[in-house]
């Protein structure tokens, strides 16, 4: 089957109930997505599926079909950050790192649909995603500095 991965074309042979985390993770190497719960409850395996946040592990790459996954990989380079990276790193988001780029891609994905959020829409709209190390208030402030900084360019 192929997959449009990260703005490029992938053609892998696998089962089409497998899973996409094990795809992205086994077949092709990208390891941004983490592997946390296996049951769409932690939001370490967020992905984006045309822009829309989506659970990995929940996921069967053969119902994927022609829809855009962007990973963490693809979200922004070391050069050129996501908003929502740079403003992770302004805000010292990450203790542990294990659910930070599913926390990013969720994140990302929240601030195209709603631009101005409150900290009560961002609550919401975080709370699928598990921090163990409970960073929660850097992530509210970290998706705060994201809105201000998508809206100014």
């Keep these: 089957m192929r997959l449009h991965i990260d703005g490029a074309e992938h ?27 296996g049951i769409g409850f932690c939001g370490a395996c967020t992905v984006h599926l045309d ?33 929502v990276q740079a403003a992770w790193v302004q805000h010292q988001v990450a203790q542990c790192g294990y659910c930070q780029s599913g926390q990013i891609m969720q994140a990302a994905a929240f601030l195209a649909a709603m631009p101005d959020p409150t900290d009560a829409d961002i609550d919401d709209a975080m709370s699928g995603n598990l921090c163990r190390c409970g960073t929660y208030p850097r992530i509210r402030a970290a998706v705060r500095t994201a809105a201000a900084l998508l809206r100014t360019g």
């Excluded at 659970?55 to 996501?82: F, K, N, W, Y």
């Design 11 to 37: 053609e892998v042979d696998v089962e089409p109930d497998m899973p996409l985390l094990w795809v992205l993770r086994d077949e092709l190497g990208i390891t941004g997505p983490k592997y946390g719960c």
């Design 51 to 83: 822009g829309v946040a989506a659970r990995s592990c929940q996921i069967a790459a053969g119902d994927v079909g022609d829809i855009a996954i962007t990973t963490i990989e693809g979200l922004g380079t070391p050069d050129m950050l996501h908003a």
